[in-house]
């Protein structure tokens, strides 16, 4: 493919029939050869499929769409359920192949959830790279979870001196977490 | 007949050689440039589609122009769509960004981009050639802390890093390597071992263009998935693959060699006729042509001076080669027939021809 910027002073655009074509692109070469003349809008929408730019490895359109059917998508109740951020529904979220904003994958729980297993082959749980502000949250509430736990135990055994010490250091990383504004 | 002279915005910012990174690089016999980009979102903003203006993500450029020192601004909105394609050709930025992007910060020697408001508000991207995939994540990772002190990203716990669409959800890392795979494309050896790598998470695709047999033999190997294994993980795994399609392709170059050797020799040259004396080269012509020279370097069946595939490739795109034909400033009654009497100018000119 190629194309130019042409300066025809009478050509409509062949696309649109609407604005000035201001591009000529041209595919193929010797007898196969198929020409047009566009306007800058419409060449750019040529453009972007001919530089097929391996980015997003599959339609995932196509396969949202044919999510739409299953169950847990489908509009149950008769107000579809709105992100309070960004204003998507789920069926716009299928339509378009992505979430309107990150607190998408919080308001549509399962159904979020859904789509993300379908599209990264049953994966569910990110295990990577986790940013340095998040690492001392994560790391407070792995602590918090597991003396809970021990919390728990203790007093199910009825070792209450112990627990003590535990709801102690509890109480101690929660307001810690508080004076960091975590 | 209209004289032609564009002001390119783009030539004026430099962006009319091939990227520094590039141009210092040693050409392998398989392994081309290799990429790694991260997926990032500022919290609690709609993804660049839904933003209604720039206003939402002002403050947070604001605060990344902190950070990032030694990088040229380069705005979507003031560029000519051949500027455009001329940094789509050089991968500095892709197809969709050049359409709703907003601005990109570059890196002097092209080596990093950030697109902001492409897919994500943040696509930090890192290039080379030759080098460990590591190094290149490495790079992109240290860039993500850099931004990250200033932004507050969207992260999930369960998620990871949230995007706009979930095939880039969890790491938000996509890596890629471009091969050359003429020998594997003549043993029509590539469905098979796509097919093979996407049980793996990994796609093997050709670039530029939608053919059985993509521009120059060049295929681009990705993964699919960004959840559920860690960066290093990923990285690795696309290492091996590379290694073992490298191996599979020089397999099929000695096969060649000891099977077909008058064929191979046959197109080398034939190639290299054409590229020497030829009037007129379409894109895709040239394309092919180069391949056949390379895999004849390769092979040491034809020495010639000064070749360099992965550039040479470069210079043949067409916003590149409409590039030149500004700076001549040439009267012209169809430009399609300039550009591949230019490219063809262009390729008996690196070959010494006439
Ligand atoms: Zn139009
Ligand atoms: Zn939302």
């Known amino acids: ?182 | 007949m209209k004289s032609r002279r564009w002001n390119r915005q783009v030539m004026m910012m430099g962006y009319d050689h091939i990227s520094p990174w590039m141009q210092e690089s040693e050409e392998l016999p398989v392994e081309m440039s290799a990429r790694v980009r991260l997926a990032r979102n500022v919290s609690h903003l709609p993804f660049p589609y839904m933003m209604k203006g720039n206003d939402a993500i002002a403050p947070v450029l604001e605060k990344l122009e902190k950070t990032l020192t030694g990088y040229r601004r380069v705005e979507m909105s003031g560029l000519q769509f051949e500027d455009k394609a001329l940094l789509v050709e050089k991968h500095l930025v892709s197809p969709l960004f050049t359409k709703q992007g907003l601005l990109s910060y570059i890196s002097e020697d092209e080596s990093v981009s950030i697109m902001v408001n492409e897919e994500d508000h943040l696509r930090i991207q890192t290039m080379g050639v030759g080098l460990p995939m590591m190094d290149l994540y490495r790079k992109a990772d240290a860039i993500d802390d850099m931004l990250e002190s200033e932004v507050d990203y969207a992260f999930d716990e369960k998620y990871g890093y949230l995007t706009a669409c979930p095939t880039n959800v969890g790491t938000g890392l996509r890596a890629s390597v471009m091969l050359h795979l003429p020998a594997l494309t003549f043993g029509s050896r590539i469905q098979p071992l796509s097919a093979n790598l996407s049980r793996f998470g990994f796609t093997l695709r050709g670039i530029y263009g939608e053919g059985s047999v993509p521009l120059g033999h060049i295929y681009q190997l990705s993964n699919q998935l960004t959840l559920g294994q860690t960066e290093e993980e990923i990285i690795n795994n696309l290492d091996e693959l590379k290694e073992r399609i490298v191996e599979e392709e020089m397999e099929m170059r000695s096969w060649l060699e000891s099977e077909h050797l008058l064929e191979v020799k046959d197109s080398v040259y034939r190639s290299y006729g054409l590229l020497k004396h030829a009037y007129r080269m379409p894109l895709k012509e040239a394309a092919k042509c180069l391949s056949d020279l390379k895999l004849g370097t390769d092979l040491n069946l034809i020495e010639l001076e000064g070749f360099q595939f992965q550039k040479w490739i470069q210079l043949i795109q067409p916003a590149f080669i409409k590039m030149r034909l500004n700076e001549k400033d040439i009267e012209i009654t169809s430009l399609e027939h300039a550009v591949e009497e230019e490219r063809a100018a262009l390729m008996r000119q690196l070959l010494g021809g006439e």
């Open chain 1, 1 to 182: 493919m190629s194309f130019s910027t042409q300066r025809s002073d009478e050509m409509k655009c062949e696309s649109c029939n609407e604005r000035e074509a201001t591009i000529h692109i041209s595919k193929g070469n010797g007898f196969e050869k198929t020409e047009k003349f566009l306007c800058e809008q419409c060449a750019n929408a040529s453009f972007e499929n001919d530089f097929s730019y391996p980015d997003d490895s599959f339609n995932i359109q196509k396969l949202l769409k044919s999510l739409s059917e299953h169950p847990s998508l489908q509009q149950t109740k008769r107000r579809p359920k709105q992100c309070a951020t960004c204003g998507s529904t789920i069926n716009t979220i299928v339509q378009m192949g992505k979430f309107g904003c990150p607190d998408c994958y919080t308001t549509f729980g399962s159904q979020a959830a859904d789509i993300i297993s379908r599209v990264q082959a049953h994966q569910s749980e990110h295990v990577g790279k986790v940013p340095v502000k998040a690492r001392a949250q994560l790391k407070t509430k792995k602590q918090l979870e597991q003396l809970k736990g021990e919390l728990a135990k203790l007093v199910e055994a009825q070792e209450f001196e112990e627990a003590a010490v535990v709801r102690d250091e509890i109480k101690a990383l929660e307001q810690a977490g508080d004076d960091d504004g975590i």
